[in-house]
């Protein structure tokens, strides 16, 4: 069974950095693109960055310049470095991944369970 697992999420104060992880596992031959969603209470779920195979990225325009992400195809890993947070960047954390299993020949999407990240002081 295929699963996105995310972790590194907590309680930061403001201005602080959090570095996000996400870690497949499971029958995983290959990975094409990964993203990061958050969602917060009362809102719908938002694209926070995504990252091609290639490692071309793309950034919500309020996270630009803050936020970091990254990837290691080797491991089938994917980081979000999280920099001068700030208190409306609260809500759970979830990876994205459109990945081939093996002895598939087409992708399928998948979704990590989530991690809290609370800016507060």
């Known amino acids: 069974q295929v699963q996105l697992v995310e972790s590194g999420g907590g309680l930061v104060q403001p201005g602080g950095s959090l570095r996000l992880s996400c870690v497949s596992s499971g029958r995983v031959f290959r990975i094409d693109d990964m993203a990061w969603y958050r969602q917060a209470p009362g809102k719908q779920r938002e694209l926070v960055a995504s990252i091609t195979r290639a490692g071309r990225t793309n950034y919500a325009d309020s996270v630009k310049g803050r936020f970091s992400v990254s990837r290691d195809n080797a491991k089938k890993t994917a980081a979000l470095k999280m920099n001068s947070l700030k208190p409306e960047d609260t809500a759970v954390y979830y990876c994205?991944?459109?990945?081939?299993?093996?002895?598939?020949?087409?992708?399928?999407?998948?979704w990590g369970q989530g991690t809290q990240v609370t800016v507060s002081s």
């Open positions: 994205n991944a459109d990945l081939v299993r093996f002895g598939d020949s087409s992708s399928y999407n998948y």
